[in-house]
Nanobody, 124 residues
Framework: QVQLVESGGGLVQAGDSLRLSCAAS????????MGWFRQAPGKEREFVAA????????YYTDSVKGRFTISRNNAKNTAYLQMNSLKPEDTAVYYC?????????????????WGQGTQVTVSS
C-alpha cells in the first residue's frame, strides 16, 4: 500500500513549463511502476506517461512525446513529470498512479494506487 500526493500544478501560459511531483509514502517505492494520467472536463481520463520500477521502460502518449519527460528518484520516493512547451489542450487535472507489480502501463485499471490530482491550466 502507498499514499500518493501530487504537487506542482498551476496556471501558466502556452509555451511555459511546469514540473509535477508525486511523493509516495510507505515502503517499497522503488518496486512500484509509476504513471501519470490526466482528465479534462467532459473527457475520460487518459494516459500521459509511465515509468517502470527500474526506470528502464518509459512510455508516453503521442501527444506529449518530445515535450514531457517522466522520471523518478527512488531515494526520494518521488516521481516527476516535466512538462515543456505547454499547450491549452494540456489543461487537465493530472493524477499520478502506482502499480505494485512494477510495470509501466498505459491502462488505468493496471494501477493500484492513485493520488488526488493537481490542476494544470494552460491559457492561450
Amino acid at each position: 500500500q502507498v499514499q500518493l500526493v501530487e504537487s506542482g500544478g498551476g496556471l501558466v501560459q502556452a509555451g511555459d513549463s511546469l514540473r509535477l511531483s508525486c511523493a509516495a509514502s510507505g515502503r517499497s517505492f522503488s518496486s512500484y511502476g509509476m504513471g501519470w494520467f490526466r482528465q479534462a472536463p467532459g473527457k475520460e481520463r487518459e494516459f500521459v506517461a509511465a515509468i517502470s520500477w527500474s526506470g528502464g521502460r518509459l512510455y508516453y502518449t503521442d501527444s506529449v512525446k518530445g515535450r514531457f519527460t517522466i522520471s523518478r528518484n527512488n531515494a526520494k520516493n518521488t516521481a516527476y513529470l516535466q512538462m515543456n512547451s505547454l499547450k491549452p489542450e494540456d489543461t487537465a487535472v493530472y493524477y499520478c498512479a502506482a502499480d505494485n507489480l512494477g510495470g509501466a502501463h498505459s491502462r488505468a485499471p493496471e494501477y493500484d494506487y492513485w493520488g488526488q490530482g493537481t490542476q494544470v491550466t494552460v491559457s492561450s
